[in-house]
């Protein structure tokens, strides 16, 4: 296998499952990593991108690493991750514990009745209402494919950042 997609694919499983184990940490001490928390894989997914073009560069670029290779690394890593991040919550939250689904919910009710006029305002009582009601019937898929959208845009903006960060080029011999 090409050591590019390699170096990736592997970053990408740990990188997934490193967010997966944060997540569940989080919420093991209280706090919702579905909703205030969202966000506190960012650095996660830094590291693992950052550790991944500066192994591929060093092992494998001789130290030299283009910005598209960086890019198409990050972009592999944010794949891999977020898919392997979506499938484990989706399978926590539908086959172990929904634990985590009813303080998402419980979390998303507080939030739309603490801002019920402005939203009212914004919109209409029935679309405020009818939003509400889609609480209720929130599902593990629902909950995991938000989560795998969130992190793939993220991700994809981190993707690009980080490469044009880690590239390193060939300086032109003068003569």
């Known amino acids: 296998m090409n050591p590019l997609v390699r170096t990736a694919l592997l970053a990408g499983i740990m990188t997934g499952a490193g967010c997966f184990i944060f997540s569940v940490l989080i919420y093991a001490v209280g706090m919702n990593p579905l909703m205030q928390h969202k966000f506190l894989f960012l650095p996660l997914y830094g590291i693992g991108m950052i550790l991944a073009m500066r192994y591929y560069r060093i092992n494998f670029g001789d130290g030299l690493m283009?910005?598209?290779?960086?890019?198409?690394?990050?972009?592999?890593?944010?794949?891999?991750a977020s898919a392997l991040y979506a499938v484990m919550l989706y399978m926590l939250l539908s086959r172990i514990d929904d634990g985590m689904l009813k303080?998402?919910?419980?979390?998303?009710?507080?939030?739309?009745?603490?801002?019920r006029e402005e939203m009212i305002k914004n919109s209409s009582k029935e679309q405020f209402e009818a939003m509400r009601r889609n609480i209720d019937l929130m599902t593990p898929g629902a909950v995991a494919f938000d989560e795998w959208i969130s992190k793939?845009?993220?991700?994809?903006?981190?993707?690009?950042?980080?490469?044009?960060?880690?590239?390193?080029?060939?300086e032109p011999v003068k003569e």
């Open 66 to 80: 283009p910005t598209w290779k960086g890019i198409v690394i990050g972009l592999i890593i944010n794949l891999m």
């Open 152 to 170: 793939s845009m993220f991700g994809l903006i981190l993707s690009v950042l980080t490469a044009l960060a880690m590239r390193k080029r060939v």
């Open 103 to 115: 303080l998402y919910q419980q979390t998303a009710i507080v939030f739309f009745e603490n801002n």
